[in-house]
């Protein structure tokens, strides 16, 4: 990172990767990328994110903090844990997610948010030009 101060508003999202049911905000500061994921109720990763990314199971590790809703997460070994609002979180690759209730869930994403709902065959350089 360089020696400027970067500030971007929560509405001034570089890209928008929209999908059934929710949305991923990306937000560019220098060389940071960090994320806002956006679920409605009745959302699931392996409904709505899979056909995009044309996995099985989310392969990104995340590392976030839920602003609000429910959200459950289950790993590829069956392990399965709730997120709530005030959570701190670290996801390993292979797992699936979904909303729980009927409250949207939020939270953000501090590390890996550009390979977040990344269409398999994007050009691994589209994501790091300005205005993306």
């Given at each position: 990172m360089n020696?400027?101060?970067?500030?971007?508003?929560l509405g001034c999202a570089a890209d928008v990767r929209s999908f059934p049911?929710?949305?991923?905000?990306?937000?560019?500061?220098?060389?940071i990328e960090l994320g806002r994921a956006v679920y409605e109720p009745g959302w699931r990763w392996s409904e709505h994110v899979a056909p995009t990314a044309r996995t099985a199971l989310c392969e990104v590790g995340h590392v976030g903090f839920v602003l609000t809703g429910k959200a459950a997460v289950r790993m590829a070994d069956g392990t399965e844990k709730v997120l709530m609002?005030?959570?701190?979180f670290v996801i390993p690759p292979?797992?699936?997610?979904?909303?729980l209730g009927d409250q949207r869930y939020s939270s953000l994403h501090l590390t890996a948010a550009g390979a977040y709902a990344r269409p398999a065959d994007a050009?691994?350089?589209?994501?790091?030009?300005p205005g993306n």
């Open positions: 020696d400027e101060i970067h500030i971007v508003s049911h929710g949305r991923l905000e990306l937000y560019r500061m220098g060389d609002a005030g959570d701190f292979g797992h699936d997610s979904w909303v050009d691994e350089t589209d994501d790091c030009l």
